[in-house]
T-cell receptor, first 114, second 114 residues
Framework: EAQVTQNPRYLITVTGKKLTVTCSQNMNHEYMSWYRQDPGLGLRQIYYSMNVEVTDKGDVPEGYKVSRKEKRNFPLILESPSPNQTSLYFC?????????????FGEGSRLTVL | AQSVTQPDIHITVSEGASLELRCNYSYGATPYLFWYVQSPGQGLQLLLKYFSGDTLVQGIKGFEAEFKRSQSSFNLRKPSVHWSDAAEYFCAVGALSGYSTLTFGKGTMLLVSP
């Protein structure tokens, strides 16, 4: 089954404790992206990757890092989480850089930073 | 830069009644337009998309949308709403170039009353 898998789905952590949210897709997609969803703000893009070793900032990259060492994986790293990073995070992928391909979303990771 | 406005934060519709969700976009050239649906606890699923050609596009689950360039709108419609349509709906616009990213609206929450 074609899917985007995120882990963990739920996480409560404390300020400053490094964490990683993993994202894996089994569709051999080139393009992957991370979004955060906050009430009243919709989805905002954090980072995206056009292929292995190619990443770029989205609209709200501050406080986040990403890496793309393999095509299927695109982890989101919070080096020193802060309460304003409490949010619902989505990973997504699509076949290529163009917009004609459908963007597939994971089920989301709800992060709470105390 | 592109932008999307969904004027209605919440809409309540009676089951069996028709539905129209509004979406206005801002983009200098021909946009790529999308509607996504997010059911509770789930990721986003693509309902339909418009790239070019016929301005009335059909999607999944009985939804359709009409692109009106003169009004910069891409409203989503369904002739008869089912209780299972209760969800949050997001309109998105993408730029027609290269490794383009999507800009999402803030979403409209659809409530379906018996």
């Amino acid at each position: 089954e074609a899917q985007v898998t995120q882990n963990p789905r739920y996480l409560i952590t404390v300020t400053g404790k490094k964490l990683t949210v993993t994202c894996s897709q089994n569709m051999n997609h080139e393009y992957m992206s991370w979004y955060r969803q906050d009430p009243g703000l919709g989805l905002r893009q954090i980072y995206y990757s056009m292929n292995v070793e190619v990443t770029d900032k989205g609209d709200v990259p501050e406080g986040y890092k990403v890496s793309r060492k393999e095509k299927r994986n695109f982890p989101l790293i919070l080096e020193s989480p802060s309460p304003n990073q409490t949010s619902l995070y989505f990973c997504a992928s699509r076949p290529g850089g163009g917009l004609t391909g459908e963007l597939f979303f994971g089920e989301g990771s709800r992060l709470t930073v105390l | 830069a592109q932008s999307v406005t969904q004027p209605d934060i919440h809409i309540t519709v009676s089951e069996g009644a028709s539905l129209e969700l509004r979406c206005n976009y801002s983009y200098g050239a021909t946009p790529y337009l999308f509607w996504y649906v997010q059911s509770p606890g789930q990721g986003l699923q693509l309902l339909l998309k418009y790239f070019s050609g016929d301005t009335l596009v059909q999607g999944i689950k009985g939804f359709e949308a009409e692109f009106k360039r003169s009004q910069s709108s891409f409203n989503l419609r369904k002739p008869s709403v089912h209780w299972s349509d209760a969800a949050e709906y997001f309109c998105a616009v993408g730029a027609l170039s290269g490794y383009s990213t999507l800009t999402f609206g803030k979403g409209t929450m659809l409530l379906v009353s018996p």
